[in-house]
């Protein structure tokens, strides 16, 4: 069974910082990892995502700057750094893993709050 499984979520003051994980079951080296978050009340957006080797990062503008996304292939993990952290950045995080000839899988979501 494909899984990911995100962790590191929780309850932290505004400018705080978390660092998010996503560990799969399988091998990400064909992946590309996206993050995304959803707030209540509303859509689901992209946060940030890495390139199969790491090599390409992009960032949604509410997060340039304070987010950093990075990989270690070798514990099929990804992580998310979240500095300086806003009330409006209080969502349900998920990870997905996309790969054109894989398919594409995500995880069950770990929640962020940020407030004082």
């Known amino acids: 069974q494909l899984q990911l499984v995100e962790s590191g979520g929780g309850l932290v003051q505004p400018g705080g910082s978390l660092r998010l994980s996503c560990t799969a079951s399988?091998?990400?080296?064909?992946?590309?990892i996206g993050w995304f978050r959803q707030a209540p009340g509303k859509e689901r957006e992209g946060v940030s995502c890495?390139?199969?080797?790491?090599?390409?990062?992009n960032f949604a503008d509410s997060v340039k700057g304070r987010f950093t996304i990075s990989r270690d292939n070798a514990k099929n993990t990804v992580y998310l750094l979240m500095n300086s952290l806003k009330p409006e950045d209080t969502a349900v995080y998920y990870c997905?893993?996309?790969?054109?000839?894989?398919?594409?899988?995500w995880g069950q979501g770990t929640q962020v709050t940020v407030s004082s």
């Open positions: 890495i390139s199969s080797s790491g090599g390409t990062t």
């Open positions: 399988f091998t990400l080296d064909y992946y590309a």
């Open positions: 997905n893993a996309d790969s054109r000839w894989r398919g594409n899988h």
